[in-house]
Every structure is written in C-alpha cells, then in structure tokens.
C-alpha cells in the first residue's frame, strides 16, 4: 500500500482548547478573557455537566463501575473527533465555526467528558483492592476512548469526502 | 437529587469548564513560543493533573465527614468534572500519533493517566486526614 502524499487530518489543531490555535489564514483570535468566548464555553459546559449529571442518575454505578462516566467520555471522545474533523475540513476557524468549536467541543464536550472522576474512582477501586479492575476500567477507557476519537475522525471524514463528491457531480 | 442541587452542579460545571478554557489559553500563549512548548499540551496536562488532586482530595475529606455529600456533587461532578476533560485529552493525543510523534503520544496517553492516577490517590489520602 503506498503511503499517502499529504496527511488529511495536517489542519486539525493540535490544542483544540485554547483560542490561540495554529490556524494559517483569518482574522486574528481575542485573547483568554474575551467575554464573549468565555461565555460561549460557560454555557456550553454548563448543559455538558449537566447531560453527564443527568447520565450518572438514570445510570449508577454498579460493580465499583462508574458505567455513566464511562459512557459519557467514550461518547464525547468520539463526538469531538466528529466535530474537530467537521469543522476543519469546513475552513479556518473563525465566524460561526469557531462559535462552535467552543460552545460545542471546549465547552459541552469538555464539561460532559471528565478526567478527574476517571482517575479518582480508578484510585479508590485500586485502594479497595480490586486492582484489576482498576487497570481494566482506567486503560480500557484510555484505549477505547482513542478509538472513539479516530473513528470520530474518519466519519467526518468519509461524510466531508462524500458531499464533496455530489457537489462535484451535480 | 433536589432540582436545586442539579443546577448548582451544572453550573458549577460550566464556570470549571470557562477556568479551563481561560487557564488553557494562557498556558498555551505563553509556552508556545518556548522551547519544549508544543511538544505536549502543557495547558490541557496542567489542567486534567491538577484537578485530579483536587476531586482525590474532596473525595477523601467527604469520606472522612469533615464535607457534606452535597460538596462532592458541587465542586467535585460540578466544577472538577467541567474543568477536567477526557475528550480534549483523547483528541490530542490521537493528534500525536497521527503525526508519528509516537513518544508524545504515549506521553500524553498513558502517562497523564498513570500520574493523574497517583495524585488523585495523593489526593485521597491528603483529604482523609481532614
């Protein structure tokens, strides 16, 4: 197979968080304390923790496993990938591409998906001596949580690549 | 769980998710242009260890009695689980190794994973002494 002559995924950020993204063209990007860009991220970060809230009641844990959290990071890890790949096979990301990229990825998907709860229950499982399954919860979330992503990423992808193609044809 | 309680979660949620991006913008605007500054997402790393230490050691002083459940939920699901994220994480280091920078990758993997791990359970400890 012969190796492919550009990487398709070279535009997307390498930090998606932040404002100052390594994007080539459009206008300059405001600074951390732009209001506007915080409150795009309060609100989306406020209805994302409010979806992983809602998640943990209607799925407790069981096992010593926090089934909701799980859920909600392999989801989000996937959304992100979806959304990330989207945007930027869209254009550069100003205007409304970059009102969703922070209301929809830095703020919801980064509200609804958790780093700290992983951690901290994988550290209390394995206090509990049920280090096993810590290993199992915490690297299987890691691994498949970055399938997730990829998998996001090739769906947005393959989706970019076929609405290119029907405008072509039409 | 009162109505109450779940938009004080959420919101708290979204005030940690506006810290991380605020913390994440300033991280990155000034480590960028140094040495070592793009070889990891310093901002993101900052961001996911430091909150681990803080959720180990809520939970630990909760379990200890010296917080009320209702603070776990608060700052620990609210605030920590809104300023820490796995998406963000997991994005940048498939980013990584998409771009062969295979040691990154594992770094920003398994290792964040493996020391956040250890601060939580730091954390853990430190807040049972509470």
Same mark, same amino acid.
């Given at each position: 197979?012969?190796?492919?002559?550009?990487?398709?995924?070279?535009?997307?950020?390498?930090?998606?968080?932040?404002?100052?993204?390594? @994007?080539?063209?459009?206008?300059?990007?405001?600074?951390?304390?732009?209001?506007?860009?915080?409150?795009?991220?309060?609100?989306?970060?406020?209805?994302?923790?409010?979806?992983?809230?809602?998640?943990?009641?209607?799925?407790?844990?069981?096992?010593?496993?926090?089934?909701?959290?799980?859920?909600?990071?392999?989801?989000?890890?996937?959304?992100?990938?979806?959304?990330?790949?989207?945007? @930027?096979?869209?254009?550069?990301?100003?205007?409304?591409?970059?009102?969703?990229?922070?209301?929809?990825?830095?703020?919801?998907?980064?509200?609804?998906?958790?780093?700290?709860?992983?951690?901290?229950?994988?550290?209390?499982?394995w206090g509990s001596g049920a280090a096993g399954l810590a290993t199992?919860?915490?690297?299987?979330?890691?691994? @498949?949580?970055?399938?997730?992503?990829?998998?996001?990423?090739?769906?947005?992808?393959?989706?970019?690549?076929?609405? @290119?193609?029907?405008?072509?044809?039409? | 769980?009162?109505?109450?309680?779940?938009?004080?979660?959420?919101?708290? &949620?979204?005030?940690?998710?506006?810290?991380? !991006?605020?913390?994440?913008?300033? %991280?990155?605007? #000034?480590?960028?242009?140094?040495?070592?500054?793009?070889?990891?997402?310093?901002?993101?790393?900052? %961001?996911?260890?430091? &909150?681990?230490?803080? +959720?180990?050691?809520?939970?630990?002083?909760v379990g200890a009695g010296a917080l009320g459940d209702e603070w776990?939920?608060?700052?620990?699901?609210? !605030? +920590?689980?809104?300023?820490?994220? !796995? $998406?963000?994480?997991? !994005?940048?280091?498939?980013?990584?190794?998409?771009?062969?920078?295979? #040691?990154?990758?594992?770094?920003?993997?398994? +290792?964040?994973?493996?020391?956040? #791990?250890?601060?939580?359970?730091?954390?853990?400890?430190? &807040? $049972?002494? +509470?």
């Amino acid at each position: 197979m012969a190796a492919p002559t550009s990487d398709p995924a070279a535009e997307l950020p390498s930090d998606p968080d932040t404002d100052v993204v390594d @994007v080539p063209v459009g206008p300059p990007v405001p600074g951390p304390l732009h209001l506007a860009s915080l409150a795009l991220v309060f609100v989306g970060g406020t209805f994302g923790t409010a979806g992983r809230e809602a998640l943990t009641l209607l799925i407790p844990p069981s096992g010593g496993v926090p089934w909701a959290v799980l859920a909600a990071n392999l989801l989000g890890a996937f959304a992100l990938g979806v959304l990330l790949e989207a945007l @930027v096979r869209r254009g550069a990301d100003h205007g409304a591409r970059r009102t969703l990229r922070l209301l929809l990825g830095t703020g919801f998907l980064g509200g609804f998906t958790t780093y700290s709860a992983l951690v901290t229950d994988t550290a209390v499982l394995w206090g509990s001596g049920a280090a096993g399954l810590a290993t199992v919860y915490s690297l299987g979330t890691l691994l @498949v949580g970055a399938l997730a992503t990829v998998a996001g990423i090739l769906l947005a992808a393959a989706v970019h690549r076929r609405r @290119v193609d029907a405008e072509a044809a039409a | 769980m009162s109505p109450l309680l779940f938009l004080v979660v959420a919101l708290a &949620g979204g005030v940690g998710a506006a810290a991380r !991006f605020a913390l994440d913008s300033v %991280i990155h605007s #000034t480590t960028a242009r140094r040495r070592l500054g793009t070889a990891l997402p310093w901002g993101t790393l900052a %961001i996911n260890l430091s &909150g681990s230490l803080l +959720l180990g050691v809520l939970v630990g002083a909760v379990g200890a009695g010296a917080l009320g459940d209702e603070w776990q939920w608060a700052l620990g699901s609210g !605030f +920590l689980g809104g300023y820490t994220t !796995f $998406s963000t994480a997991s !994005f940048e280091t498939v980013r990584m190794l998409q771009q062969r920078r295979w #040691t990154a990758g594992l770094v920003n993997g398994l +290792l964040q994973l493996v020391v956040a #791990t250890a601060l939580a359970g730091a954390g853990l400890w430190l &807040g $049972s002494l +509470l």
